[in-house]
């Protein structure tokens, strides 16, 4: 059975998104942030020594990053459509979705969350970059999901958790307004069952 560290308010929460839709069994070990920092405590550096959340172990494995965490589980699930084809203009959209999830929007999206949480006097070296970088970002999502339901296509897969996560780092840090499409896609993630099973681990 699959063993998920799930640190609460963290990006783990794809792991047991994923997990839910695909019906697998798995346990959770909680691992809380500390109260103060907002980091991970001491206790999940002991299971890895990056201490980041999520981690999996199976089979004498343990693993660390989102996306690889996907794809083992997608590996080892024994029947799943939430990875299309290989080969595939589909699968390619996945492929390409799940990478720019912690690629490309990662970084300007919590980069933003972190500057908003700090006390700043004028603009920094950073700010032109990060704004460019979401106003790119943002538009190439919104105007995909105009023309699409589903990032990988009509077909929603595991690229959908990837980007769902951030996405709503993104709307916790008010990057969303008028976005339309992906308010949209937002609200109709978060209306899954599966996705309000993984969230009611905090």
């Known amino acids: 059975m699959i063993k998920v560290h799930h640190l609460n308010q963290s990006r783990s ?3 047991l998104w994923l997990l839910e839709e695909l019906q697998m069994e798995y346990e959770v070990e909680h691992h809380q942030r500390d109260e103060q920092t907002r980091l991970a405590q001491p206790s999940l550096g002991q299971v890895h020594s990056l201490n980041k959340a999520p981690i999996i172990e ?5 693993i660390c990053e989102s996306g690889a965490i996907v794809e083992y589980i997608l590996d080892h699930a024994k029947h799943s ?14 492929l390409e979705w799940c990478h720019f999830a912690e ?20 603009a920094q070296a950073m700010d032109g970059y990060i704004a460019k970088e979401l106003k790119l970002d943002l538009s190439f999502i919104d105007a995909t999901l105009s023309e699409q ?22 709307l916790s840090a008010n990057l969303i ?13 978060q209306a899954r069952c599966a996705y309000q099973r993984a969230r009611a681990y905090g």
């Open 13 to 15: 929460t794809r792991i």
């Open 58 to 62: 199976h089979n004498s494995l343990k």
């Open 149 to 170: 339901r589903y990032f990988a296509g009509e077909q929603f897969t595991a690229a959908d958790i990837m980007m769902t996560v951030i996405l709503e780092i993104a």
């Open 103 to 122: 690629g490309s929007l990662a970084l300007p999206v919590i980069a933003s969350l972190l500057m908003q949480m700090e006390s700043r006097d004028g």
């Open 177 to 189: 307004e008028n976005r339309p499409q992906i308010s949209r896609y937002l609200a109709d993630m």
């Open 81 to 94: 459509n939430l990875r299309p084809e290989k080969g595939t203009r589909a699968y390619y959209q996945y």
